[in-house]
């Protein structure tokens, strides 16, 4: 293979290096912790991943159109304090649905303050969503002080209990999620997605819709906040206005390591996911592996350092060639 | 009919005059008392400093463009504040052996970003939110949580307490550091290719800029000034903890920005975040002094930076 057909290659295929990422980090996981397969183990080790998983889908649509959104972890925090506190421990299952629709729709109008910003107002998209994640953190702290209330235990035990068909509940909804998106990418939309990600002017001087293609990427990543936020309260059952903190920055090197470039218009919402998936298993191997505690932080680190590294120095070495 | 034009930085300084003359109004401000209003002028662009130094790198690292920014900031402060803690041990005589450590071994963590970001074309973003991670496990390996030393009398004398005039040490050497910084962007071929690898990289290497070199060493002096930062930080403050430089990082980056420096690159200057600094640091302090609570605090601060960069952050229209 020349290096042209090699670079070809790899720009249709995003995701070869996320996917034998994976199959690598699986094995080494299968090696540690040998009932991996196992049912139960499975729908344990999804419903953990769920929520990073959805968030990585959505920053992968932002990212793809060229842009990106570090607030996305703030709107998963104002989800998570809204159900646990609207609805709490007692609360009945009617005013569950209603509360995740209207969460649903807090997702979408955080979403849209952004790309209002980012698409309509033209400002630089890190920084803005770096803004609005301090007004979204800020109102979810508003809204619950003091980490407390829940949701119904019905929901939690549906939540982790459920395996239709024997597979985990985790695994249709991605695959929802991917049939979405291969839907998506069919239309015209998905087109301009691209086109503006890849190379905003020359898509606009083609008529492409450009503020509107940006303005709705921030919607779509918003309502997939919500999503996630819903899963993360199903999860933990609890509230608790920092929850979705530490899962901003772990969205984007899941969209990172899942192939999809930084500066937009490669790559995709599968690919993040994988590499949501990967990031799960580098924290389940790590605690398997009876690793120091004090070492914990370092290795999780490095091994995410090494995975980035990794497809720049095959590409190193094919160009030395 | 001509616009009127306003440039970033002044834009800035004049938002802190107002702030801080308003600030005098509030209930517990110092209203007409012109010796406390000068002495909370003072103690405001002292804990600007440390933030300034630290924006310092993040402006190189973002005029470099291509993405350029520095996530691992607030980690090789926290690394760097414990290399002088330790190796200062209260010792006056140990001072510049730490200062040159702690510089040294920011370098070397910026050395390592450039190194995976130029060769091994990792995006900016993550390899430095990569190395943040790595640097935090080393700090967790090494002390396990606790660090024994002391900050040395001089550091405390030199960066926290009135030197001249009563004006603290620290602001004297970030006037004295501005000047160095002014120097290498607007004096050096350093600087001039910086601003060619940040406006266009292609270009740049046609007209013979060696641009992995200069990727190399942006990266690097941005670590370098990270470790100043930590230096600094941590002989403000006196006691080390392991939370100290994480809140530098975003303020940082937010800094850069409120002085008009483009997050895409190749435009902007040290003086604009020098005020970018000096506005975060008032509107934190006042947000303080306010005694909201810290749900308002930070939608307030959210809100303010969203109407700042509205003002003059916007990038131009695809149409032309």
Redesign the interface.
């Known amino acids: 293979m020349n290096k042209h057909q090699w670079q070809t290659f790899t720009l249709h295929n995003p995701y070869l290096f996320s996917l034998l990422l994976l199959v690598i980090i699986t094995l080494v996981n299968l090696f540690v912790q040998p009932d991996m397969f196992h049912r139960d183990t499975i729908n344990n080790n999804m419903r953990v991943f769920l929520p990073l998983i959805l968030l990585a889908a959505g920053e992968a649509v932002v990212i793809l159109g060229g842009g990106i959104d570090i607030s996305v972890g703030s709107i998963v925090s104002i989800v998570n304090v809204i159900l646990a506190t609207q609805v709490g421990l007692q609360g009945n299952p009617q005013k569950m649905y209603l509360m995740m629709g209207f969460v649903l729709l807090v997702g979408m109008a955080a979403g849209a303050i952004n790309g209002f910003f980012v698409a309509y107002m033209r400002l630089q998209p890190i920084i803005t969503t770096y803004a609005t994640s301090f007004l979204y953190a800020g109102l979810a702290l508003f809204i619950l002080p003091n980490p407390g209330g829940g949701i119904p235990q019905s929901f939690s035990s549906f939540y982790r209990d459920t395996t239709p068909l024997g597979l985990p509940l985790a695994f249709f909804i991605i695959a929802l999620i991917l049939l979405a998106w291969g839907f998506v990418q069919q239309t015209r939309y998905g087109r301009y997605l691209s086109a503006v990600g890849g190379k905003a002017d020359a898509a606009y001087e083609t008529a492409v819709p450009v503020s509107a293609i940006q303005f709705s990427t921030y919607v779509a990543a918003g309502l997939m906040a919500a999503l996630s936020g819903i899963a993360v309260t199903m999860l933990v059952s609890s509230g608790n206005s920092t929850t979705g903190d530490q899962l901003t920055l772990s969205s984007i090197t899941a969209v990172v390591i899942g192939g999809t470039t930084l500066s937009g218009g490669v790559g995709g919402v599968a690919g993040a996911m994988i590499g949501a998936v990967i990031l799960g298993l580098i924290k389940n191997i790590i605690s398997f592996a009876n690793i120091d505690t004090w070492w914990q932080t370092f290795v999780n680190a490095a091994i995410i350092v090494v995975a980035l590294a990794a497809p720049g120095v095959i590409n190193l070495f094919r160009r030395k060639r | 009919m001509k616009r009127i034009t306003i440039s970033p930085p002044v834009a800035a300084v004049l938002l802190a005059i107002i702030l801080f003359a308003l600030s005098g109004l509030l209930p517990n401000g110092f209203g007409s008392n012109m010796l406390v209003a000068r002495a909370q002028a003072v103690n405001i662009l002292r804990l600007s400093v440390f933030l300034g130094v630290i924006a310092a790198g993040q402006t190189l690292v973002i005029i470099s463009g291509s993405?350029g920014?520095d996530l691992s900031a607030g980690a090789v402060v926290t690394l760097t504040a414990i290399v002088t803690y330790v190796l200062v041990n209260g010792n006056d005589g140990r001072v510049l052996p730490a200062l040159f450590a702690a510089i040294l071994v920011g370098a070397a963590i910026g050395l390592v970003n450039g190194t995976?970001i130029s060769?091994?074309?990792?995006?900016p973003?993550?390899?430095t939110?990569?190395?943040?991670?790595?640097v935090?496990?080393?700090i967790?390996?090494v002390q396990?949580?606790n660090v024994s030393g002391a900050v040395s009398p001089i550091m405390t004398k030199v960066i926290a307490r009135p030197l001249i005039f009563g004006i603290p040490g620290a602001i004297i050497i970030w006037v004295f550091f501005a000047g160095l910084m002014w120097l290498l962007m607007e004096r050096t071929a350093f600087g001039k290719n910086l601003f060619a690898i940040g406006t266009n990289r292609v270009t740049a290497r046609l007209s013979g800029v060696n641009v992995t070199a200069m990727v190399l060493a942006t990266y690097a002096l941005a670590g370098a000034l990270s470790g100043l930062g930590g230096f600094l930080a941590v002989g403000n403050t006196g006691v080390v903890f392991i939370n100290i430089g994480n809140p530098f990082l975003?303020p940082s980056?937010?800094a850069v920005?409120v002085g008009g420096t483009?997050?895409?690159g190749g435009k902007g200057s040290y003086w604009g975040t020098m005020a970018g600094a000096i506005v975060l640091t008032l509107l934190t302090s006042l947000l303080t002094t306010m005694q909201m609570?810290?749900?308002?605090?930070?939608?307030?601060?959210?809100?303010t930076?969203?109407i700042l960069?509205?003002i003059y952050?916007?990038?131009?229209?695809?149409?032309q």
């Open positions: 993405e920014i995976g060769f091994l074309k990792i995006s973003l993550v390899m939110l990569g190395m943040s991670g790595v935090t496990g080393m967790l390996i396990h949580g975003f980056i937010a920005a483009l997050l895409s609570p810290d749900s308002v605090r930070s939608m307030v601060l959210g809100a930076l969203l960069i509205s952050g916007r990038q131009q229209a695809l149409r």
